[in-house]
């Protein structure tokens, strides 16, 4: 395949709240602006437009992609929007990078929106809608069964304690507290107020989920003879990788991801990537719920089945660990408007690879980091490899 | 990055409220038509096989979506199985505590490669295991209606 190089030469980020004054137009406006004004470009130098957003019932708006579209920069312009639930954050600059790859355009704006405070009079009801309208629904499920019942196999296959997972939310929300567009970040929590945070669906509690955000992320892609024209260091998007799993999640083995593996192998492959453990050096795993981060970590083949708890107990996914995971403190800790959290997480990494990272910065010169998102009926994989 | 420094603060802003209207009408589909009239008028769990892959399907499927063949082999699967995972709801769907916890589990039946998710009853959440042998309990039969609530819920099998 004759594919052009693409690289990441601009990001931008709105901060992530509970309730934004901006509409999700605004909010798109706000980080597409910094993006663009990050690599000095202008809107005309725009040569097409990718949005992912999640579903249409969290803004409360029909059809969002065309609503937000004006925000995102995309009057008169090529613009598609995409969508693969929760994994669309990472699935959006896979969609912009064939854009550029396939050398149909120069110059592409990523931007991911969500404002789930509109949702009344909690998000967890427009989850209602995405279970099979035969077999689940007139239960009346909620948002969390289903990753209570993941989390509790996962666990019980493995052996695992509440206090192996918690800690997983205890290092992101303590990564959190250097981000500056952090909803949650503290630097004073500890395993006790996660395990003492109320239960919600026996195994999930409180601080164990990810909150309720408002928030927008964008980046800018170019093509490598643009790339290196405007960008001082450009980071390159190495390789990409999506994959989805049944969708009756009944028949599913809960206790392994492995379409995030089928995924993963897939950038991999394109990254050229043999040995993950050594040629990565910095991992943002999806991580919605705490146990997610692990489960993620084991699908990216990061760490052994079952393992990445005691790696996690070990220190080893510390920012200043052998592999940092989750330096920007996660959706658990900056926040999670659904897609906009998964491309703060590509967004991360072009921060983390340029040095440009603040108090977030991971030592030793990181080289190449791996961004992966989850969604849709809890699924769908989506992973992409960038490096210097 | 003036934006970063915006106060978060918005309760003066002015909000109204608003819905999209729209309500719906489902059919269980080719496979699940059968499937639920099976459940409604026979008390039976029927699931399809695929004889490529070798797997049952519960609840029925009119194709196999591994190897896309169509499927038509119907066979009778147990009212009963084991518990795969489970969880214990404290909230309902709107964030507000439940008077009552409820237990939901996930139940591969016997018989067959796929389950149901359903409430679990007749049992102290405390009690509840996973690999536990629960059974089915139906409605009585002129209360079904053709659907997954003609299962009142799982209980667990007295030894
Ligand atoms: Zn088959």
Redesign the pocket.
Known sequence: MAMRKVAVVGAGMTRFVRRALETGKELSYEASKMALDYCDLTLDEVDCVVHGTAPDSFDGVHMKGEYLSDGSGAWRKPYTRCYVGGGTGVFAPIHGWYHVASGLFDICLVVCEEKMSSCQPHPQGAFLTIFDHTTERPLKPNLLWIFAMEMNRYMHTYGLKKEDIALVSVKNKRNAADHPCSLLGDANITLQDVLNSEVLAWPVQRLDVSPVTDGAVALVLAAEHVARRICDKPIWIEGVGWNLDTAYWTNRDLCYPRYVEKAARMAYEMAGITEPRKQIHIAEPYDPFDYKELHHLEGLMLFDRGKAPEATALGITQRNGDLPVCPSGGLLGVGNPIAAAGLMKVAELFWQLRGEAGARQVPGQPRRGVAQAWGDLMQVGTVAVLGV | MAILNKPDKVHQAIAWHGDIPITNRYTAGVAGERFFREVKENGKFMGTR??????IYVPATM???????E?DEWVQVENQGQVVTYTILYWDLDDQPLAVPLVLALVQLDGSDGGLVHYLGETDPEDVYIGMEVEAVLKDPAEREGSILDIRHFRPIQV
Not at chain 2, 63 to 69: D, I, L, S
Request: glycine share 0%.
């Open positions: 695929c004889p490529e892959c070798d797997l194709f196999c979506e591994r190897c896309f063949a499927l």
